[in-house]
């Protein structure tokens, strides 16, 4: 994936979720959206070590960190979960095939895991 084509998915993303949850703002202001979009180029960048590596736990390790992470920022899980659920909506546009197929599985199996752990603090 080319420099261009991440700053377009990561700029794409950051408002569509600053848009779908604007309480962010309120929360975490301008140093939220900064931050924002930081996150969203380590999501990119370790999609594509990911890929190079050939090694999906690398990813799966990353999602768990980074949802901890936020949560101790005060970010709930389900907005991580929309946030890889949008680059898998958007990466298609930007990617190679054989690696789109890659991150979007990459993306996907970290959702799931993600989805799990929310379920299971809901109960």
Same mark, same amino acid.
């Given at each position: 994936?080319? $420099? +261009? ?5 990561? +700029? ?44 999906? &736990?690398?990813?799966? $390790? ?5 949802? &901890?992470?936020? !949560?101790?920022? &005060? ?5 991580? @979960? $929309?946030?890889?659920? !949008?680059?898998? !909506? ?22 799931? @895991?993600?989805?799990? !752990?929310? $379920?299971?603090?809901?109960?």
């Amino acid at each position: 994936m080319n $420099d +261009r084509a991440k700053e377009l998915i990561v +700029r794409e993303v950051v408002e569509e979720i600053y848009t779908a949850f604007p309480e962010l703002w309120d929360q975490h202001e301008e140093s939220g959206y900064e931050k924002a979009i930081e996150y969203n180029f380590h999501h990119l960048e370790h999609l594509e070590t990911t890929y190079e590596m050939d090694d999906i &736990n690398f990813f799966l $390790d990353y999602a768990d960190w980074l949802d &901890n992470v936020l !949560r101790r920022q &005060n970010v709930e899980t389900y907005v991580v @979960i $929309d946030n890889f659920e !949008r680059l898998v !909506r958007l990466i298609p546009e930007h990617v190679e095939p054989e690696e789109e197929t890659a991150y979007l599985f990459y993306l996907e199996s970290a959702v799931e @895991i993600l989805q799990t !752990r929310q $379920d299971g603090e809901q109960i």
